[in-house]
């Protein structure tokens, strides 16, 4: 029985200390989250329009590589393009719509 006393609160602390996430990890994974929110409402899109529900990460869905692509993008106008200012996001071209309006300039 003291076995059992002693084992026991070992086991928790070493539990605790593999079930607890790394919080970095945690704060990226948080950061992604909140920017997908954020170009969700700038498309006027839900989750499902790029990712698969089942696997996220999965890249089977067209949309979900454009919009990759298109992230990438905005990353690079954002640290190498304008050196920081001003800062683009996709509802500078969309407007809170999938397809953005644009209209070909008529040749001179």
């Known amino acids: 029985m003291k076995k059992i006393i002693i084992l ?29 929110q954020v170009i969700s409402k700038q ?24 919009a990759k692509k298109h992230i990438d993008i905005l990353d690079w106008l954002n640290t190498k393009g304008f050196s920081g200012n001003p800062k683009v996001d996709c509802y500078l071209c969309h407007r809170g719509k999938v397809q953005p309006d644009f209209i070909e300039p008529k040749e001179h």
């Open 43 to 66: 498309l006027g899109v839900t989750c499902t329009h790029c990712h698969n529900l089942k696997n996220f990460r999965s890249d089977e869905k067209k949309s979900f590589k454009v």
């Open 8 to 36: 026991f609160p070992l086991f928790l602390l070493i539990y605790t200390a593999f079930a607890t996430e790394n919080p970095s990890k945690k704060d990226a994974d948080f950061q992604i989250r909140e920017r997908m």
